[in-house]
T-cell receptor, first 109, second 115 residues
């Protein structure tokens, strides 16, 4: 079993749609969780940190469920510019960082 | 613009060459990271420096040699690389680990090709 697993993609959605990504992790000692987005041939960029209480940033909502060891990302009112690969990131022991394989999102007009 | 600067942007080298990748940040971050990313794959952690000391080496072959001369700089020395080492090499930094949830900020990478 992979340490961090993500929904397989790609997701093809129309503009304005709501789309959700899930990610599970195997190490219950994991401490920090993030969502990054990566555009083709670019570096990963932080989208948001993920907290146990859940957090929202505009159209984006992230949730963490420690008991079930999964994190989620919800994107509302999808825009063409949201097309990218979304990577969940799990950090253990302060620094050991594992990326999920990524989920590709295509938003179409 | 990224606050983590990597040079060079592109590097082509032969298997017998010696070269170095450089990374610089001026955000006062005390943790710095090297990642390797192959096409259509996620970044894979290679090394982590914390307060200029090597904290993590993810069993990386010795032909990759990291160096952290000071808290703002991180180098990756390359020697006798193999064609399968061709990849995007990403540098990242974070404030430190204290308190958790310290996100990493990435440079835009060095695209390395081994002939």
């Amino acid at each position: 079993r992979k340490e961090v697993e993500q929904d397989p993609g790609p997701f093809n959605v129309p503009e304005g749609a709501t789309v959700a990504f899930n990610c599970t992790y195997s190490n219950s000692a994991s401490q920090s969780f993030f969502w990054y987005r990566q555009d083709c041939r670019k570096e990963p960029k932080l989208l948001m940190s993920v907290y146990s209480s859940g957090n929202e940033d505009g159209r984006f909502t992230a949730q963490l469920n420690r008991a079930s060891q999964y994190i989620s990302l919800l994107i509302r009112d999808s825009k063409l510019s949201d097309s990218a690969t979304y990577l969940c990131v799990v950090v253990t022991g302060g620094f050991k960082t594992i990326f999920g394989a990524g989920t590709r999102l295509f938003v179409k007009a | 613009d990224t606050e983590v600067t990597q040079t060079p942007k592109h590097l082509v080298m032969g298997m017998t060459n010696k070269k170095s990748l450089k990374c610089e940040q001026h955000m006062g971050h005390r943790a710095m990271y090297w990642y390797k990313q192959k096409a259509k794959k996620p970044p894979e952690l290679m090394f982590v420096y914390s307060y200029e000391k090597l904290s993590i080496n993810e069993s990386v072959p010795s032909r990759f040699s990291p160096e952290c001369p000071n808290s703002s700089l991180l180098n990756l020395h390359l020697h006798a690389l193999q064609p399968e080492d061709s990849a995007l090499y990403l540098c990242a930094s974070s404030q430190d680990w204290t308190g958790g949830n310290q996100p990493q900020h990435f440079g835009d990478g060095t695209r390395l090709s081994i002939l």
